[in-house]
């Protein structure tokens, strides 16, 4: 079943597409950029969003109003370089809530629905608004009720900030371990009380543990182990959605590799629900019911997917070692995001 855009009442699209014209109108990106987060609280839910405008640069004007702990620790791994994702993956590991004005065939039949029924019309390069919501694992998709909600605040606040900064009352809004928080005062929900705040505490990825099939390894403790030599192991997003289920999706691949030869042993896609530590098991034990060949050794690029198979290697017989380059999981690499009209760096053509 194709996902349906969730129903939202046209009151709330209404105040949303307003607030976007004023964030416009105000034009914030002139005097802030990615270094001003702006942070919003809901009272009403407890909702906290932090807000970038985009626009300084002069190519993408818009605003990412980052979710929560989660969202602000993705900006601040990107502000301070200390982003624990692959660079390649990151497209499909935001959380966060976007507004991006483009032409209008950037929109879809979804967004230009709501444009009708709200009798609004648009005119030029930048103008036209396309409101979406980015979570991890899954594709940009349209909002729900609750999103357009906190976006339409989140506008308000930028815009509110974006005043005080021309006025000269406020010079910044981020500072070492604290960032400006905005509360909105009363049911109109434009003017704000405004104070410091601490960030949010750094969110701890614990990787989850691959669950090992014990059938299926007792079978694998059959194979031999002489001649395989070393695997490369990885696993990364495909770039193109799934259009299935309540929103569409990005799948995982796992993929093995040998390393001397650069022979793809298994190359297996799997969807959002299982975590990347199960689905670099699940693809090496495809790898080794295929060849019927034990490794000597799975080399692998990141800290997480070693301790991820740390168990299985101990029960298969394999080592397993960390690698800042595998050859030919690159070069396999290269030639997906390439069939997908990606060059090299994952950058879109």
């Not at 660079?87 to 629905?113: I, K, M, P, Y």
């Amino acid at each position: 079943m194709k996902p349906t855009a969730p129903a939202v009442p046209p009151p709330v699209w209404s105040d949303l597409y307003a607030a976007a014209q004023r964030f416009r109108t105000l034009r914030p990106w002139e005097v802030l950029d990615d270094l001003d987060p702006v942070a919003v609280r809901d009272p009403a839910t407890g909702a906290t969003g932090y807000g970038i405008v985009m626009g300084s640069g002069g190519t993408m004007f818009g605003c990412c109003l980052y979710r929560g702990a989660e969202g602000f620790n993705i900006y601040r791994g990107l502000l301070e370089g200390s982003s624990t994702h692959r660079a390649d993956d990151e497209f499909a590991l935001q959380n966060c809530l976007l507004l991006e004005f483009g032409a209008r065939s950037d929109l879809q039949s979804g967004d230009l629905a709501v444009i009708r029924k709200l009798g609004l019309s648009f005119k030029g390069k930048h103008a036209w608004p396309v409101f979406r919501s980015l979570l991890p694992g899954y594709a940009p998709w349209f909002l729900d009720e609750a999103e357009a909600t906190l976006l339409t605040l989140g506008l308000h606040a930028i815009c509110a900030h974006s005043e005080s900064v021309i006025k000269g009352e406020i010079d910044e809004s981020l500072r070492k371990g604290e960032c400006l928080l905005y509360t909105p005062i009363g049911d109109q929900r434009t003017e704000f009380n405004v104070q410091w705040e601490p960030w949010p505490p750094l969110v701890e990825q614990n990787p989850s543990q691959p669950i090992l099939n014990l059938t299926r390894i007792n079978a694998l403790l059959g194979v031999k182990t002489t001649g395989a030599g070393a695997w490369e192991a990885e696993v990364f997003y495909l770039p193109a959605p799934i259009m299935e289920g309540d929103r569409p999706f990005y799948t995982r691949m796992g993929i093995v590799c040998q390393q001397s030869s650069g022979v793809v042993l298994t190359a297996e896609v799997s969807t959002p629900d299982l975590s990347g530590s199960q689905v670099l098991v699940d693809a090496i034990c495809s790898s080794i019911e295929r060849s019927q060949l034990r490794p000597d050794t799975i080399v692998v690029k990141d800290a997480n997917d070693a301790a991820a198979l740390w168990p299985l290697g101990k029960t298969l017989g394999f080592a397993v070692r960390q690698q800042k380059k595998l050859t030919a999981i690159r070069m396999f690499r290269k030639d997906v995001m390439k069939r997908f009209g990606f060059g090299g760096g994952g950058k879109k053509r």
